[in-house]
C-alpha cells in the first residue's frame, strides 16, 4: 500500500495492492482495467524496467486499457457491421494496457505497452518518448506543487511582504501552459497562489499577486513571476477599443526575460490579497450573523416503489431498448461504448464510442503569465482523475447505481474513485402530448423518462457535470454543466479592468471560454458511415412573385456528403440555419427515402474560439477552431485517433503532428467509411458577480437526434402519464385535480 494521493476535494480514495489475479480477463471487452490489474500491470512494468534499462526510479502517471480492435469487440459481442447481417465471427482478444510513466530522476517520459498472456501479464514495448513530450500531470504532482512552494524561501518571503503566513498559503498547480523560456523538457507547473484565513475557507477570495513556477522533477521553484497591473489615464494607452483608457504597469504584454527581476522592471507596489471572506460551506456561512439559510422549501423526494427499470450487467446497462457499456477512463473522465438500440428484436448500433475527448479554458487576459492559463482539462490533467466520489442523496436524486473507477498512483497502486459514475433514471417532463380539442378535449399525455450517466469533476477551482443521457424517443443528450468557483486575480484598488470583470472588491475574474471536444465514434446502423451537412436555403433562383415561388416563401434543404478528408473540417453558417447528420447509406427510410442517421444539434454551445487563428491556443487547441471535423478512423497498435490536440498535451508549443489538422489533410475517404466525428462545443464566460463566490450551474447541450431512422415516432409505445402520487398542492385546488385523471 502506498500513501494516498489524492486532491483534497476528492476526499480518502482507497488504494489496492496486488492480490492474486482472478478469473477471466473481461466481461466486455473494453471493460476498464481494475484495481487489481493495475497493479499487476505496474508490478510487470516495474520489473522489466529494473531489469532491462537502467532507470533508477518510476515515476507511474497513466496506467490504462489499450482498446482491442474495433472489428473484434463487435464480433465478442455480436453486433453486425451492418443491421440486419449477420455479425462477423468473433476473434481472440489479447487484453492490453498503456503506461506512461516519467523516470523521476531525470525526468525522461516513457511509454510501455503490455499485453495479458494467459495469467500474465508481459511487456511488449517501451519506449522513451522524444526529448520535451510530457505525459499528463498526475494528481501528486499538482499537490507536490503546493509542497514545493509551501517551503520556499523566496516565496515564503514574498507573502510575508503581503502579510500571508506560510501556512495560509496555497496553490493551485497549473500545467504551465506554454512559456517558451523554459526548455520543453523540464517538467514544469505554474503555482496559481491563494491565501488561506482557515482550514476550509473559500481560498479563491484571497489571490496573490505573484506566480512561482516550478520543476517537479527536482521539487524546486525555479523563477516567479509578477503580472503586471493597470493604471488608469495615461496618455500612452496600450489597448484600443477596450472601453477605458488604460496603461500597463509595464508596457508590453511580451514575457519579460527570465534574467530580468520582472518585479523590479515594472516599478510595481505590492498588492495584499484581498482579506474578506466570501464562503459556500454551510457551517462557514453561518459564522456570519446577518446569514439566514431560506426555510420555506419544503422536501421534494424522488421515488422509485418498484426499484429502477435498468439492469446492470458488469459495465453493461440495459435501460428499455438501449443498452450500452459504461466506463471510467482516466482521462475522459466517462467513455461509454457500442451503444444500441433494440428496434422491434433488431439490435441497430448506434454509436461505437462517445466521450469527451479534450477540452481548453482559453483566458483572455494578455498580460504576462496570464495567457499561459488556457488549460486543458482532459489532456493536462486527465478529467476521471479529478472526478468526484458522488454522494447519495446529493449529487444524484432517487434510486442510484454507482461505478468505481481506478487510475495508477506515482507507486504504482491503484487509486479508487469510489461511486464515480451514477447512473440514475430521471421525470424529464412530457415526451408528447395531444388533445383532441372536439370530442369532449381527449388528451394522451406521455411522461418522458430518461436514463442519465453522471459524472462530476473538480478542476482546482471549477466543477464540470458530464451527463450522458437516453431518451425514448431515440434520442441520445450530452450534457455538460459548469459549476464552481471562478479563477481569480487580485487586482488593485480602482484597477480599470478590460479583460475581465471586478466581481467583488479587488478580485478580478479574467474572461475566458470553455471549449469542449466531443469525440464520436458513429455506427448508425453498421460501422461504414457519411456525414451530411444540410443547409436550409430559400428556393434558389425563384424570386418572390414567380410562377416557382409566388408568395416568396419556398425553402429547401441541401444536402453535401462530405467524402474526403480535405473536406473535413466544417463550418457554421447560421444564415443557412447548416446541421450535419451521420447516416447510413445503406439504410433508406421507407416513406422519406432518406438515409438513416442521427442529426447533430448543439444550439447554446456554438462560441467560437476568441484567441486569434494564429495565437498559442488556436495552434495547441486546434479542435476549438472549427465547430465539426470529420476524420476517417485509423486503428493503430496504439489506439489510433483518440486525441485531437495530441495524446500528450502538457507543454506542447505547436499543433502536434497527430492531431485534427493532420487528420483532415490529404485524400482519405470518408464516404460511408468507418469514420470519427469531432463536435467542438463552446461557451464564453463574461464573468459575473451573480457567479461569485461559486456560480451557478450553466448548462451546454448536445443531441444526437434520430432522423429518418425509425418509421415513426418510437416512443408511441411508451404508455401515457398516470402518476396516482401526485396530489392537488392546496386543500382548495382539490375539486377539479385528481390524479391520473385527465391524462389520457
Ligand atoms: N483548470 C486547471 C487545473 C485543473 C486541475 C488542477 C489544477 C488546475
Ligand atoms: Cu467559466
Known amino acids: 500500500m502506498s500513501t494516498p494521493s489524492t486532491l483534497p476535494s476528492t476526499a480518502t480514495r482507497a488504494q489496492t495492492s496486488a492480490g492474486p489475479f482472478k478469473g477471466p480477463p473481461f466481461k466486455h471487452p473494453l471493460d476498464p482495467l481494475t484495481p487489481e490489474e493495475i497493479v499487476a500491470v505496474s508490478l510487470i512494468v516495474r520489473r522489466y524496467v529494473a531489469e532491462k534499462t537502467d532507470i533508477k526510479a518510476v515515476r507511474f502517471i497513466t496506467s490504462y486499457l489499450l482498446p482491442p480492435p474495433k472489428k473484434a469487440v463487435l464480433a465478442f459481442l455480436g453486433i453486425p457491421l451492418l443491421t440486419g447481417e449477420k455479425p462477423e465471427p468473433a476473434t481472440e482478444i489479447i487484453r492490453k494496457a498503456e503506461v506512461d510513466f516519467v523516470d523521476a530522476v531525470t525526468g525522461s517520459a516513457y511509454n510501455t505497452i503490455v499485453s495479458l498472456s494467459g495469467q ?11 526529448n520535451g513530450v510530457q505525459p499528463q500531470i498526475s494528481v501528486e504532482e499538482l499537490l507536490l506543487c503546493e509542497e514545493v512552494i509551501q517551503k520556499d524561501e523566496r516565496v515564503i518571503k514574498l507573502a510575508a511582504e503581503v502579510g500571508v503566513k506560510p501556512e495560509q498559503l496555497h496553490a493551485d498547480g497549473w500545467a504551465i501552459g506554454y512559456d517558451t523560456r523554459f526548455p520543453g523538457n523540464v517538467r514544469i507547473q505554474q503555482a496559481l497562489l491563494f491565501a488561506r484565513r482557515g482550514r476550509h475557507e473559500n481560498l479563491y477570495a484571497h489571490p496573490m499577486d505573484f506566480v512561482p513556477v516550478i520543476d517537479s522533477v527536482a521539487k524546486k521553484v525555479i523563477h516567479i513571476d509578477f503580472p503586471p497591473h493597470y493604471k488608469a489615464k495615461t496618455s500612452e494607452a496600450l489597448f484600443e477599443g477596450t472601453g477605458v483608457e488604460i496603461a500597463l504597469t ?23 490579497p484581498p482579506l474578506k471572506s466570501y464562503d459556500f460551506l454551510p457551517d462557514l456561512l453561518a459564522q456570519n450573523k446577518d446569514f439566514k439559510f431560506r426555510d420555506d422549501i419544503k422536501p421534494l423526494h424522488i421515488l422509485q416503489p418498484e426499484g429502477v427499470s435498468f439492469k446492470v450487467d458488469g459495465h453493461e446497462i440495459e435501460w428499455q431498448k438501449w443498452k450500452m457499456h459504461v466506463a471510467f477512463h482516466h482521462r475522459e473522465g466517462v467513455a461509454l461504448s457500442t451503444i444500441t438500440y433494440n428496434d422491434d428484436g433488431v439490435i441497430r448500433p448506434i454509436f461505437y464510442r462517445l466521450s469527451l475527448s479534450e477540452m481548453v479554458v482559453p483566458y483572455g487576459a494578455p498580460e504576462h503569465p496570464h495567457p499561459r492559463k488556457h488549460a486543458f482539462d482532459v489532456g493536462e490533467y486527465g478529467m476521471g482523475t479529478m472526478a468526484n466520489e458522488l454522494t447519495l442523496g446529493c449529487d444524484c436524486l432517487g434510486k442510484i447505481h454507482y461505478m468505481d473507477g481506478a487510475y495508477t498512483a506515482h507507486n504504482g497502486t491503484a487509486v479508487v ?13 412530457l415526451l408528447w402530448k395531444h388533445t383532441d380539442y372536439r370530442v369532449g378535449g381527449r388528451a394522451q399525455a406521455v411522461r418522458s423518462r430518461r436514463l442519465v450517466i453522471q459524472q462530476v469533476c473538480t478542476l482546482a477551482n471549477y466543477e464540470y457535470l458530464f451527463n450522458y443521457m437516453f431518451y425514448q424517443d431515440g434520442n441520445i443528450e450530452v450534457e455538460i454543466r459548469l459549476t464552481g468557483i471562478l479563477q481569480v486575480y487580485v487586482a488593485d484598488n480602482d484597477e480599470p479592468n478590460a479583460f475581465g470583470t471586478t466581481i467583488a472588491p479587488n478580485i478580478n475574474a479574467h474572461y475566458h471560454q470553455h471549449i469542449f471536444s466531443v469525440r464520436v465514434d458513429p455506427m448508425v446502423d453498421g460501422l461504414n458511415n457519411t456525414v451530411v451537412e444540410t443547409d436550409i436555403v430559400p428556393l434558389p433562383n425563384a424570386p418572390t412573385g414567380s410562377a416557382a415561388n409566388y408568395y416568396g416563401n419556398a425553402f429547401i434543404t441541401r444536402g453535401t456528403p462530405i467524402k474526403v478528408a480535405s473536406e473535413g473540417a466544417r463550418e457554421y453558417d ?4 447548416r446541421r450535419w447528420s451521420i447516416v447510413n447509406p445503406k439504410k433508406v427510410h421507407p416513406h422519406s427515402k432518406r438515409n438513416a442517421g442521427y442529426t447533430i444539434m448543439s444550439k447554446g454551445a456554438q462560441a467560437p474560439l476568441m484567441a486569434l487563428p494564429d495565437s498559442v491556443v488556436a495552434k495547441r ?12 478512423d485509423v ?40 469514420i470519427l ?31 429518418h431512422f425509425f418509421e415513426f415516432n418510437p416512443s408511441m409505445d411508451v404508455p401515457g402519464a398516470n402518476d396516482t402520487k401526485s396530489s392537488p398542492a392546496f386543500t382548495n385546488d382539490s ?3 385528481v390524479a391520473g385523471v385527465g391524462c389520457h
Not at 509595464?250 to 505590492?270: G, H, I, M, Y
Not at 487547441?621 to 476517417?632: E, Q, R, Y
Open 417 to 429: 474513485v469510489k461511486n464515480t459514475i451514477c447512473i440514475h433514471e430521471e421525470d424529464a417532463g
Open 574 to 577: 447560421h444564415a443557412k440555419d
Open 621 to 632: 487547441a486546434s479542435f476549438a477552431t472549427k465547430p465539426v471535423w470529420v476524420v476517417k
Open 250 to 272: 509595464q508596457t508590453t504584454t511580451v514575457p519579460p526575460s527570465l534574467e530580468e527581476d520582472a518585479f523590479a522592471a515594472a516599478n510595481r507596489k505590492r498588492i495584499p
Open 635 to 674: 486503428e493503430g497498435p496504439n489506439g489510433g485517433r483518440m486525441w485531437p490536440s495530441g495524446k500528450y498535451v502538457p507543454q506542447t508549443r505547436d499543433t502536434p503532428e497527430d492531431s485534427l489538422p493532420n487528420w483532415v489533410k490529404g485524400n482519405d475517404n470518408l464516404a460511408e467509411e468507418d
Open 120 to 130: 500474465d501479464w508481459v511487456v511488449d514495448t517501451l519506449e522513451k518518448l522524444p
Open 677 to 707: 466525428v469531432y463536435l467542438t462545443l463552446g461557451i464564453t464566460h463574461i464573468p459575473r458577480p451573480e457567479d461569485w463566490p461559486v456560480m451557478p450551474v450553466e448548462h451546454l447541450r448536445l443531441l444526437f437526434r434520430p432522423t
Open 735 to 737: 375539486d377539479n385535480a
